[in-house]
């Protein structure tokens, strides 16, 4: 089955613990994203990669680190996790660059106290 | 950067009802797409949009791309308690890989 995974679903964590959330796709996808999400703000890109060691900033990318060392997996680092990066995480992948439709993983639901 | 506005941000409707989400941009896109989240879950895409003036319909729901194509919007007719979730629109600027965001409308259903 085709899908996006992500690791853990649930977490809560204390400020500055770092801490990383996994993604993995078995699409064979050039394209991942990860996105948060907060009430009233929709899905905002955090970072982008287009291909194996190629990632760049979305538009909240502060507080937040990429890898693409293999082309199923990217991961997301939070090196010292403060309260205002408690959110719900989505990461998401498609195929090329070129407007083709994102599939979704489950979200990772992250509280920072 | 490019901006992507949904209106109206909550729409309560009566089952049966249609109703409309507009979404409209602050440059020209390449492609619009539209995403459903049902509650506690994960946007799911709907369609694409890319031609200038596009109209494509799924069963009950409509989607229209502008003339321009800054705006974009859907129609659901005869509303199901289904059809509860929150759409979100996303566009593609013309010049870049990124998808834009709206902050997407939350759509409840009166019984």
């Known amino acids: 089955e085709a899908q996006v995974t992500q690791n853990p679903r649930y977490l809560i964590t204390v400020t500055g613990k770092k801490l990383t959330v996994t993604c993995s796709q078995n699409m064979n996808h050039e394209y991942m994203s990860w996105y948060r999400q907060d009430p009233g703000l929709g899905l905002r890109q955090i970072y982008y990669s287009m291909n194996v060691e190629v990632t760049d900033k979305g538009d909240v990318p502060e507080g937040y680190k990429v890898s693409r060392k293999e082309k199923r997996n990217f991961p997301l680092i939070l090196e010292s996790p403060s309260p205002n990066q408690t959110s719900l995480y989505f990461c998401?992948?498609?195929?090329?660059?070129?407007?083709?439709?994102?599939?979704f993983g489950p979200g990772t639901r992250l509280t920072v106290t | 950067g490019q901006q992507v506005m949904q209106i109206p941000q909550y729409q309560h409707v009566q089952e049966g009802e249609d109703f409309t989400t507009y979404c409209n941009s602050s440059?020209?896109?390449?492609?619009i797409q539209w995403y459903k989240q049902r509650p506690g879950g994960h946007p799911v895409f709907l369609i694409q949009?890319?031609?200038?003036?596009e109209v494509k319909k799924q069963k009950r729901l409509t989607f229209q791309f502008g003339e321009a194509k800054k705006n974009s919007s859907l129609h659901i007719t005869a509303t199901q308690t289904t059809d509860v979730g929150t759409y979100f629109c996303?566009?593609?600027?013309?010049?870049?890989?990124?998808?834009?965001f709206g902050a997407g409308t939350t759509v409840t259903v009166r019984a």
């Open positions: 440059t020209t896109l390449s492609n």
């Open positions: 996303a566009g593609k600027n013309t010049n870049d890989y990124k998808l834009s």
């Open positions: 949009l890319v031609k200038s003036g």
């Open positions: 998401a992948s498609r195929t090329g660059t070129h407007g083709y439709e994102q599939y």
